[in-house]
Nanobody
Framework: QVQLVESGGDLVQPGGSLRLSCAASGSSFSRYSMTWYRQAPGKPRELVAAITSGGSTNYADSVKGRFTISRDNAKKTVNLQMNRLKPEDTAVYYC?????????WGQGTQVTVSS
């Protein structure tokens, strides 16, 4: 299985941009489906964006047109480019890697959108 480390979280003003990265270590990264989730205080964890091993992507309606997920299998990374950020995007963002039977999570990175 893989180990995941997220980075890139920060405090940003509304309308700003951030790029989150998830670095994986371990084998067979290219075979994993990768997903970014987020969890705001007092709310359940929710899917933000996902990318399959084949490169197909899926987004939550709330981030479509603003966020872009991508992966670099050679570098074993998955990125989340977040543009036009809103206060409601404030959350801890988690990276998830799934390849049955493995389901791996990172420790999360905090994104705060506030003026």
């Amino acid at each position: 299985q893989v180990q995941l480390v997220e980075s890139g979280g920060d405090l940003v003003q509304p309308g700003g941009s951030l790029r989150l990265s998830c670095a994986a270590s371990g084998s067979s990264f290219s075979r994993y489906s990768m997903t970014w989730y987020r969890q705001a205080p007092g709310k359940p964890r929710e899917l933000v964006a996902a990318i399959t091993s084949g490169g197909s992507t899926n987004y939550a309606d709330s981030v479509k047109g603003r966020f872009t997920i991508s992966r670099d299998n050679a570098k074993k990374t998955v990125n989340l480019q977040m543009n036009r950020l809103k206060p409601e995007d404030t959350a801890v963002y988690y990276c998830n890697a799934v390849l049955t039977p493995f389901d791996c999570w990172g420790q999360g990175t905090q994104v705060t959108v506030s003026s």
